[in-house]
């Protein structure tokens, strides 16, 4: 989640890993679920920290992907990345 969007949610902007809902029924049924939902969760973390270790890398990834048509959000993230690394140019190439 790109903390620079002001919302009152989480929000998955990079390789978001979808699982589906599990009911609870038992403690039993649900607790081997719970752990490795953990687990999977722990190793996606690991992934995130060691692909994005600092802000000129998050600003790298965003500013590299292609442009997407009607993706203004994409555009938006690469300048305020682009920004926050102190790369006026390509904060505004993305901006425009």
Same mark, same amino acid.
């Given at each position: 989640?790109?903390?620079?969007h002001?919302?009152d949610?989480?929000?998955?902007?990079?390789?978001?890993?979808?699982?589906?809902? @599990?009911?609870?029924?038992t @403690? &039993?049924?649900?607790?081997? %679920?719970? %752990?490795e %939902?953990?687990?999977?969760?722990?190793?996606?973390?690991?992934a995130?920290? @060691?692909?994005?270790? +600092?802000?000129? &890398?998050?600003a790298?990834?965003?500013?590299?992907?292609?442009?997407?048509?009607?993706?203004?959000? &994409?555009?938006?993230?690469?300048?305020?990345?682009a +920004? %926050?690394?102190?790369?006026? &140019?390509?904060?505004?190439?993305?901006?425009?």
């Amino acid at each position: 989640m790109w903390l620079w969007h002001d919302v009152d949610h989480l929000a998955f902007h990079v390789d978001a890993v979808r699982v589906s809902p @599990e009911p609870f029924r038992t @403690e &039993d049924q649900f607790t081997p %679920l719970a %752990l490795e %939902l953990s687990r999977r969760a722990a190793v996606n973390v690991t992934a995130l920290r @060691e692909r994005f270790p +600092a802000l000129p &890398d998050v600003a790298r990834y965003l500013t590299s992907r292609p442009v997407r048509r009607g993706f203004l959000w &994409d555009c938006f993230d690469a300048g305020i990345a682009a +920004a %926050l690394v102190e790369d006026p &140019d390509t904060a505004r190439d993305h901006f425009e």
